[in-house]
T-cell receptor, first 108, second 110 residues
Framework: NAGVTQTPKFHILKTGQSMTLQCAQD?????LSWYRQDPGMGLRRIHY???????DKGEVPDGYNVSRSNTEDFPLRLESAAPSQTSVYFC???????FGPGTRLTVL | EDQVTQSPEALRLQEGESSSLNCSYT??????LFWYRQDPGKGPEFLFT???AGEEKEKERLKATLTKKESFLHITAPKPEDSATYLC???????????FGSGTKLNVKP
């Protein structure tokens, strides 16, 4: 979906390192969200935002931080990565109608 | 406890062999039920949203229906290009809650 871009596509971290996953949209939608996808568990929402300056916790927020300083960007921050955070991360817009291509993150 | 269950986990069909995928849910106040298609290595692609029991939506060979307890995704005369994982999700009236099922992996053989 060209409306949502995510960077990087792949990344490997060591336990305890920090990392920011980027999500950017080229439309003016207020709602953006972050999901993780793990085998057999389905997609689970981490954090979401309804507008710049407003963020809230999803179903699995522990270990992740977000900020929303403008409409276009919604970065996801891992302050001290753990192996349990190995996953594929997706950013979604417009109430989960459009998903980005994903970031595959491995924490060793 | 809010829950979304998809069945079967995997389904193999011959080209042209119609079938249905199931998404059952137990949630407190359904606001909408969503269907997606996901190809390997890609993000989910939105297909349909259903809001009330009895509602139906169609797109090419796909038709989604909704009851008070479950939704079906009917695939009529599937083609190999319909092979993908199909996901359903529910949004409940509490805006905080959005739950996905674990998906049905569909393989259509020519």
């Amino acid at each position: 979906n060209a409306g949502v871009t995510q960077t990087p596509k792949f990344h490997i971290l060591k336990t305890g390192q920090s990392m920011t996953l980027q999500c950017a949209q080229d439309m003016n939608h207020g709602y953006l969200s972050w999901y993780r996808q793990d085998p057999g568990m389905g997609l689970r929402r981490i954090h979401y935002s309804v507008a710049a300056g407003i963020t809230d916790k999803g179903e699995v927020p522990d270990g992740y931080n977000v900020s929303r300083s403008n409409t276009e960007d919604f970065p996801l921050r891992l302050e001290s990565a753990a192996p349990s955070q190995t996953s594929v991360y997706f950013c979604a817009q417009r109430l989960e109608q459009f998903f980005g291509p994903g970031t595959r993150l491995t924490v060793l | 406890e809010d829950q979304v269950t998809q069945s079967p986990e995997a389904l193999r069909l011959q080209e042209g062999e119609s079938s249905s995928l199931n998404c059952s849910y137990t949630v407190s106040g359904l606001r909408g039920l969503f269907w997606y298609r996901q190809d390997p290595g890609k993000g989910p692609e939105f297909l349909f949203t259903l809001y009330s029991a009895g509602e139906e939506k169609e797109k090419e060979r796909l038709k989604a229906t909704l009851t008070k307890k479950e939704s079906f995704l009917h695939i009529t005369a599937p083609k190999p290009e319909d092979s993908a994982t199909y996901l359903c999700a529910v949004q409940i009236y509490n805006f905080n809650k959005f739950y996905f099922g674990s998906g049905t992996k569909l393989n259509v053989k020519p």
